[in-house]
């Protein structure tokens, strides 16, 4: 195994600008080795962070000036760790300087100049190389341990009087080890995990031996969903405990914004596989409390790199909804949202509503594409609906996942019944005659904000930030004695449908396996 070392610190902090295609990219640089850079894109998230040439940096005087003005100012009123600031001591006013640190913020500044870089460049999962996006603190391996040699050199914590292996490991609920994992030649070091059971090594001969002997073929959970080769099994964190610490871990990797704590005991982890002939490959996982006080349903997700923008992240989401509303209530995922989660839900609470008004703006229920009547007018009732109810199978059906008929109806996530009051109180059929003789159907329904949560099972203010991002917001009538009415037409529908390319539900409720609550 090669020798690791502590990597110098050189944070520098001058912004410089560098061009990317037809635009500049300002940019600061977190460390330098031999001719390369290592970079943080201003306002952009950490997975973007690269190595480029040296050269291509310029400095950017005029805008690092005003930078360091506004944060000497901002120094004055605020506490002395602000980020990546704390590695220049210049920055801070001379009043301050002196000033002792409590234990946790020592904490806080080390965590913040630990985890400002990605420790390992790759990860070696399975069959796949995956490039890695964040820090995670994967504890020293033994022989990491007695290799790593005691320096002074290396990034200088606060309160410890020399840099060793341990002394970054002093947050234990936070960082684990802490350490970058860098070659003698001064490249970060590669991670090796077991695909199956998630141990993980720092010896490519090691993960090797041990891919051979691993004997787990498959999640130690219970299958909680099965479509074709798609599963989701569940596992309980207090009964596979270092299991699911070790995926804990590993998706660390790929997720930023969520804080990693080694007690899994009130978590249920719920791990996304595709069946192969011999063992099950992991796609992606979701987690959740057991007992959620702020009505989380999801806590982190993460679907691996090599298998994004095929639906899994909304098979998974659509399925922690599916949860709450088994267990009568209304979730919502645990804040913050990285930037790619937000956008995942956003599609999803998006497509919800489409769906919901498709449905309720719709002069027919969508199993009945026509209905024909002899010697008087079409019937709406429930008693006509089901008499008419074999037409739909002539009805053209898709084929799913695994070349099975997929009913987009049936197989779509839960929403109300035309037995709800939205349908038989609030619903109105107008029918405007035409020149030929021929009439057309309009549908209105008055309905208010709390509806629509209540029948999609969103909470009231995602329902809203949906609305109001994918534009149903916009157009309203407000009278002096009435309150402020939002329009939403049929038209406007297919345009945001269009526009957001809202498909059909990924889960197919047929499939889940667990019993109704």
Same mark, same amino acid.
């Given at each position: 195994m090669p020798a690791l070392s502590l990597p110098q610190s050189t944070y520098d902090p001058r912004i410089y600008v560098i061009d990317k295609g037809d635009t500049q990219k300002y940019v600061q640089v977190l460390e330098r080795s031999k001719g390369q850079v290592y970079v943080h894109y201003i306002n952009q998230d950490k997975r973007l962070d690269e190595w480029i040439d040296e050269r291509d940096c310029r400095p950017a005087e005029d805008m690092s000036e005003?930078?360091?003005?506004?944060?000497?100012?901002?120094?004055?009123?605020?506490?002395?760790?602000?980020?990546l600031g704390s590695h220049s001591d210049d920055t801070l006013p001379l009043h301050e300087e002196d000033v002792p640190l409590t234990e946790e913020e020592i904490d806080l500044q080390t965590h913040k100049q630990i985890t400002a870089q990605r420790n390992f460049?790759?990860?070696?999962?399975?069959?796949?190389?995956?490039?890695?996006?964040?820090?995670?603190?994967?504890?020293?391996?033994?022989?990491?341990?007695?290799?790593?040699?005691?320096?002074?050199?290396?990034?200088?914590i606060p309160g410890v009087a020399r840099t060793t292996a341990r002394s970054h490991g002093r947050t234990v609920d936070i960082l684990a080890g802490g350490l970058h994992r860098y070659h003698s030649d001064g490249q970060r070091a590669d991670l090796y995990v077991c695909d199956m059971c998630f141990k993980y090594m720092a010896d490519p001969a090691s993960w090797e031996l041990h891919k051979k002997q691993c004997e787990v073929k498959h999640p130690p959970g219970r299958k909680v969903y099965q479509r074709g080769s798609q599963i989701i099994w569940e596992v309980d964190g207090s009964i596979q405990k270092l299991y699911c610490q070790n995926l804990a871990l590993f998706g660390k990797l790929f997720i930023d914004v969520k804080t990693l704590f080694f007690d899994c005991d009130n978590f249920l982890f719920y791990i996304l596989t595709d069946a192969l002939p011999t063992c099950d490959i992991m796609l992606g996982f979701f987690s959740k409390e057991k007992i959620s006080y702020d009505g989380y349903n999801l806590a982190c997700i993460m679907t691996l790199p090599p298998y994004q923008r095929q639906g899994y992240g909304s098979m998974?989401?659509?399925?922690s909804y599916e949860l709450s509303r088994r267990s009568g209530k209304v979730g919502t995922p645990e804040r913050p949202l990285s930037d790619l989660g937000l956008r995942s839900y956003l599609a999803f609470w998006v497509a919800r509503i489409i769906r919901y008004f498709r449905r309720v703006l719709s002069a027919l229920p969508p199993e009945i594409p026509r209905i024909r009547t002899v010697g008087d007018l079409p019937n709406l009732s429930k008693s006509s609906i089901g008499e008419l109810e074999d037409t739909s199978k002539?009805?053209?059906?898709?084929?799913? /996942?695994?070349? =099975?008929? @997929?009913?987009?109806?049936?197989?779509?996530?839960?929403?109300?019944?035309?037995?709800?009051?939205?349908?038989?109180?609030? /619903?109105?059929? =107008?029918? @405007?005659?035409?020149e030929d003789g021929a009439a057309e159907i309009h549908v209105s329904v008055h309905c208010t904000l709390n509806d629509i949560a209540?029948?999609?099972n969103l909470r009231i203010e995602d329902a809203a930030f949906a609305l109001n991002e994918c534009g149903l917001l916009m157009r309203r009538l407000t009278r002096s004695d009435e309150n402020e009415t939002i329009v939403v037409t049929r038209e406007l529908v297919e345009k945001v449908a269009e526009e957001r390319k809202v498909k059909i539900a990924v889960l197919s409720l047929n499939h889940v396996l667990l019993d109704n609550d």
């Open positions: 005003r930078r360091d003005g506004r944060s000497r100012k901002r120094k004055r009123h605020t506490s002395a760790s602000s980020g460049e790759t990860v070696h999962f399975g069959n796949w190389q995956i490039k890695t996006w964040y820090f995670s603190p994967y504890p020293l391996t033994d022989e990491e341990e007695v290799s790593q040699p005691s320096t002074g050199t290396g990034p200088r998974m989401i659509e399925f002539r009805k053209k059906r898709m084929k799913g /996942r695994d070349g =099975e008929l @997929v009913d987009p109806v049936k197989s779509a996530s839960p929403l109300i019944t035309f037995d709800d009051p939205t349908f038989t109180v609030n /619903r109105v059929f =107008e029918i @405007v005659q035409r209540r029948a999609t």
